[in-house]
């Protein structure tokens, strides 16, 4: 079971997804949290995983998405992935991720900190583009994931979700 911490920003939004029991159980890789960003007027969903600090973006998300934000999710990062160079199977990741579930938030003042500078990252990161599609997003995430954090003894977020998915990937540029 994958267990995403939302921000009160995001909760208001996709509150019937929110769950409130205390029961929290460990997955493989960790807690994540979540909170939405404005990329050219649309509405994203940015993720950050808790151990990792490896980021996901839903780009363009509305509310009919809400009652498949799950598959989304776990798309999205199963992209990511393969956009990092880091080969898994679909299956695997489903597999790892398990059932995930929405839970206000948890206050964990690192990962929200890393969620601010992702957030200001990407601010900076959209002058780049004079388009921001899918692809664009996805490119922007990428340079998120290459960015060395001291928490994580200045190695690669992408390095550090290789390391806990036990795989062998193309080396990251």
Avoid at 113 to 135: A, R, W
Wanted: hydrophobic share 40%; with cysteine.
């Amino acid at each position: 079971m994958t267990e995403i911490f939302t921000t009160k920003k995001l909760e208001k939004i996709i509150n019937k997804k929110i769950e409130n029991n205390d029961l929290i159980v460990e997955s493989i890789l960790g807690n994540w949290n979540a909170t939405i960003i404005y990329i050219a007027k649309k509405k994203c969903l940015l993720f950050v995983n808790s151990e990792t600090f490896f980021s996901v973006i839903i780009p363009r998300f509305s509310m009919k998405d809400i009652d498949k934000i799950d598959e989304l999710f776990i798309n999205c990062f199963y992209n990511q992935l393969l956009f990092e160079k880091i080969n898994i199977d679909f299956k695997t990741i489903s597999s790892i991720l398990g059932k995930i579930s929405f839970h206000p938030t948890n206050n964990n003042k690192k990962v929200i900190g890393v969620l601010n500078y992702n957030v200001e990252k990407i601010n900076y990161f959209k002058y780049d583009y004079p388009i921001l599609n899918s692809s664009i997003i996805r490119k922007m995430t990428h340079k998120l994931n290459i960015t060395p954090f001291k928490q994580l003894g200045w190695k690669l977020p992408c390095e550090t979700m290789v390391a806990k998915l036990n795989i062998e990937s193309e080396k990251v540029n």
